[in-house]
């Protein structure tokens, strides 16, 4: 047949007419807007998607494709959509071209398909998330973690466990401060699950407490500040502490001068003078409260003059568990200081197996110390001993020399760090190494970039860790070479 319009010879359809000039006569694609704005935050680079929910897309891929067509969804219910896709454009443009086909059926039951494209242009515009951090107000939670102590010890075994868990990747913002660390959140539940957390793997009591930020009046909605403080026990590891006489008959009626070899979710103690052991958790701490006699800074260096090892101890009536893994001796010691006098002092002490003559000792001397404390004060002075033995020495910096392995750390702001502190970090890392139990938990990275030089003069005896316990760091380059090197063939 011959077209209505233009006369030219076309098969038959219900219309009569040619393609050409059935297009003149109707668009398909009228109501449909050619050019859209979209809503994206250069911050944490999402896209807006209507009402309120930011959503995370790549370009070109469907996420994108799906966002752009709800924004069309409308404006599409009187045609049908054949294909949708992305025609190429400048990433910095700030346009987004894509192609649609639709069909829909016009006069007399005639069905025309047709293809155009819609622009969609990218406006810059700020989320809410992002609009609180630039507000310098984006915290919804904070989490106040305190230890009233000198020593980081226990901070420093915290923020292993932290890695180890991954707890620190919800965080807005981790600061250290003096006697802490600050969590900010962004979410009260977030804050929560770090207090449960600390709870489990620290003998610690919290707080809560919040505050009223604004209130909607006519919604009935609240908006809070929530603070959580959390205070760990004021005990570390190699702290000399004395019992209250209560406690120390509940735990097995152990002598009340004991010291902690362990913090982990308990704080362990043992007597010096009978090798018994006890856990204190920290429900039971806070019951019957005791504190440090001394810090790390007050202990003394002592050399072993004698050592006699005891093989048979009888203990008394009631008395708890004994360790296993120490060794009771009678030790006869000597300030290294006072090596031009005579003095020696007479100690009982745990470290039996690890202690010969000659060996180097730190310990902390009460015979010569002025101790304020409450407890200590009230026992028979006969009671206490002259000398409490903590922990063999080596030589530093041959341990540091010989170390082949690292640990990760926490990306915080810190106040200022001083001498002190890195000192304190070599302490906790020496701790690893002679305390096996306490880096079960703790993940060990062997060092690639320290080679640690052997010889026979440097075997002192000093604890190390094996090769089996360490892990391998997550690197991103190629096995055959550096980042993004070529392959090696013959």
């Given amino acids: 047949i011959l077209c209505c319009t233009c006369g030219i010879p076309i098969p038959p359809n219900p219309a009569n007419m040619c393609v050409a000039c059935l297009r003149t006569q109707v668009d398909i694609s009228e109501g449909i807007p050619k050019q859209v704005t979209v809503h994206f935050c250069k911050q944490c680079e999402r896209y807006l998607q209507p009402p309120a929910t930011w959503m995370q897309c790549a370009l070109e891929s469907r996420e994108l494709l799906a966002l752009c067509l709800k924004k069309l969804k409308s404006s599409m219910t009187k045609v049908r959509l054949i294909d949708a896709g992305f025609l190429w454009t400048e990433p910095h443009s700030k346009r987004i071209k894509m192609k649609l086909t639709i069909q829909k059926e016009v006069m007399n039951g005639a069905i025309l398909q047709q293809v155009f494209v819609v622009e969609f242009v990218v406006q810059y515009q700020m989320c809410d998330d992002c609009h609180r951090v630039e507000a310098k107000d984006f915290w919804k939670a904070v989490v106040q973690v305190r230890q009233k102590t000198v020593h980081k010890k226990t901070f420093y075994y915290l923020e292993q466990l932290i890695l180890k868990h991954k707890l620190h990747q919800n965080a807005l913002n981790i600061k250290e401060i003096h006697e802490g660390i600050d969590f900010y959140y962004g979410s009260k539940q977030h804050a929560q699950k770090m207090v449960d957390f600390l709870q489990c793997t620290v003998p610690c009591r919290s707080k809560t407490s919040q505050r009223l930020i604004s209130h909607d009046i006519h919604s009935n909605t609240y908006n809070y500040k929530s603070t959580f403080s959390v205070e760990i026990v004021p005990v570390c590891k190699d702290n000399v502490v004395c019992l209250s006489p209560r406690l120390a008959q509940s735990l097995g009626n152990m ?59 009888k203990l008394g009536a009631g008395a708890g568990m004994r360790s296993n893994k120490h060794t009771l001796a009678d030790v006869w010691v000597q300030k290294t200081s006072e090596m031009d006098t005579s003095q020696q002092y007479h100690c009982r002490t745990f470290l039996g197996h690890l202690l010969n003559i000659g060996d180097l000792v730190m310990g902390f001397d009460f015979a010569n110390s002025n101790i304020n404390d409450e407890f200590l004060n009230q026992m028979n002075p006969h009671h206490v001993p002259d000398v409490v033995l903590i922990k063999k ?65 440097d075997d002192d005896g000093a604890p190390r860790i094996s090769l089996m316990e360490m892990l391998e760091e997550l690197s991103l380059n190629d096995a055959t070479g550096g980042e993004g090197a070529d392959m090696m063939t013959d």
């Fill in 255 to 313: 002598g009340q001068v004991c010291v902690c070899v362990r913090v982990t979710s308990t704080i362990h103690l043992i007597d010096p003078r009978t090798l018994q052991i006890a856990e204190v958790d920290g429900n039971t701490y806070w019951r019957n409260p005791f504190s440090s006699l001394c810090n790390p800074r007050q202990l003394e260096e002592f050399i072993v003059m004698d050592i006699d090892i005891i093989r048979d101890q």
């Fill in 393 to 457: 020495s080596y030589d530093r910096s041959r341990r540091v020399k010989r170390r082949n392995w690292k640990l990760q750390e926490m990306a915080r702001d810190r106040e200022g760090m001083d001498t002190d502190d890195e000192r304190q970090y070599q302490d906790f890392l020496e701790d690893l190494e002679e305390d096996e139990a306490l880096r079960k938990n703790v993940n060990i990275y062997r060092d690639a970039s320290k080679i640690p030089v052997e010889s026979d003069t």
